[in-house]
């Protein structure tokens, strides 16, 4: 088993719609959980991170964790073509803290 | 733009020749990364420094030298490569800490390698 596991995709979406985004983990000793995107042939940027159990929202992002489950998500509102990319979920696990776990990602295609 | 810059940005080289990849924070961070990406698989992370110290070797082959000679920069040094290790090479930094915001690594625009 993986240690972060996300469905490769492609997550197809028109735009306008809410794209969900979803990943798990297997140890339950993590602490944070980070999303990023990556666009192809670029590096990844951090879109946002969540360590409490509910909902965070900024923007049109909202990271959504529940570590009773072991799941994380992003919802992504109001979806636009510039958002098509590579969403990858990270973990930081609490016996190495300054080492981050990523998962494969998944490809998000947003059709106009 | 990040605060961590790459260069250079695109390297070609033959299996014989020696080069190297530089990273450079100016964040502020304790943490540097290197990461190798190839065509459509994950990041794999290769090395972790943290307050200067190497902390994590991903079992990379040692045709893969890392340096860190300060919180700063970070360096990649690369010799008697394969045509497998073509790939982007990303650098990333975080201010080393247990989690949330202290966790949180940046990652540079990437070196993208061709190896003949």
């Known amino acids: 088993q993986k240690e972060v596991e996300q469905n490769s995709g492609p997550l197809s979406v028109p735009e306008g719609a809410i794209a969900s985004l979803n990943c798990t983990y297997s140890d339950r000793g993590s602490q944070s959980f980070f999303w990023y995107r990556q666009y192809s042939g670029k590096s990844p940027e951090l879109i946002m991170f969540?360590?409490?159990?509910g909902d965070k929202e900024d923007g049109r992002f909202t990271a959504q964790l529940n570590k009773a489950s072991q799941y994380v998500s992003l919802l992504i509102r109001d979806s636009q073509p510039s958002d098509s990319a590579t969403y990858l979920c990270?973990?930081?696990?609490?016996?190495?803290?300054?080492?981050?776990?990523f998962g494969s990602g998944t490809r998000l295609l947003v059709r106009p | 733009e990040t605060g961590v810059t790459q260069t250079p940005r695109h390297l070609v080289m033959g299996m014989t020749n020696k080069k190297s990849l530089k990273c450079e924070q100016h964040l502020g961070h304790n943490a540097m990364y290197w990461y190798k990406q190839s065509a459509k698989k994950p990041l794999e992370l290769m090395f972790v420094?943290?307050?200067?110290?190497?902390?994590e070797n991903n079992s990379v082959p040692s045709r893969f030298s890392p340096e860190c000679p300060n919180s700063s920069h970070l360096f990649l040094h690369l010799h008697t490569l394969q045509p497998e290790d073509s790939a982007l090479y990303l650098c990333a930094s975080s201010p080393s800490g247990t989690s949330g915001v202290w966790a949180t690594q940046y990652f540079g625009p990437g070196t993208r390698l061709l190896v003949l």
């Open positions: 969540i360590y409490s159990n």
């Open positions: 990270a973990v930081n696990r609490m016996d190495s803290s300054y080492k981050l776990i």
């Open positions: 420094y943290n307050f200067k110290e190497q902390t």
